[in-house]
């Protein structure tokens, strides 16, 4: 099964190290304009469309923060980078189904803006 999945992994890998490479935090940062609903929504697709590693998301996550970019955008981009994913969505199809991967998908999506929120909030009250 690992060989016939092999050209559909190595596909992916190549995909997102791709647009790790091409993708920078300047080019992300121009998404954003300061409204924390819409710099969430923002944040999860561009995390989405842009998956990669996680280690590499918050070395990202902080050069957004660092240019200014809201606590609210930089998490939805971070949890979505790591949870959600166009790129692997065939491979996803391929070994757990259509019905698996929508529903991830959709709960993820979900949990992603409200965690981007809820934390957005709770700094704000704290600070």
Same mark, same amino acid.
């Given at each position: 099964?690992?060989?016939?999945? !092999?050209?559909? @992994? $190595?596909?992916?890998?190549?995909?997102?190290?791709?647009?790790? %490479?091409?993708?920078?935090?300047?080019?992300? *940062?121009? &998404? &954003?304009? /300061?409204?924390?609903? !819409?710099?969430?929504?923002?944040?999860?697709?561009? /995390? *989405?469309?842009?998956?990669?590693?996680?280690? $590499?998301?918050?070395?990202?996550?902080?050069?957004?923060?660092?240019?200014?970019?809201?606590?609210?955008?930089?998490? !939805?981009?971070?949890?979505?980078?790591? %949870?959600? /994913?166009?790129?692997? @969505?065939? @491979?996803?199809?391929?070994? &757990?189904? $259509?019905? &698996?991967?929508?529903?991830?998908? +959709?709960?993820?999506?979900? /949990?992603?803006?409200?965690? !981007?929120?809820?934390?957005?909030?709770?700094?704000?009250? +704290?600070?």
């Amino acid at each position: 099964m690992f060989w016939s999945m !092999a050209p559909l @992994l $190595v596909g992916i890998m190549g995909l997102v190290g791709l647009l790790e %490479t091409l993708v920078t935090p300047k080019m992300l *940062a121009t &998404f &954003f304009r /300061g409204r924390p609903v !819409a710099d969430t929504l923002v944040g999860t697709l561009a /995390g *989405a469309a842009a998956t990669g590693n996680p280690v $590499v998301s918050y070395l990202l996550g902080g050069e957004l923060l660092q240019q200014g970019i809201s606590l609210y955008a930089v998490t !939805a981009f971070v949890l979505s980078w790591v %949870t959600l /994913g166009v790129i692997q @969505l065939p @491979l996803e199809v391929e070994m &757990f189904g $259509v019905r &698996f991967m929508v529903l991830r998908n +959709l709960l993820a999506l979900a /949990g992603t803006m409200l965690i !981007a929120v809820l934390t957005g909030l709770t700094v704000q009250v +704290l600070s």
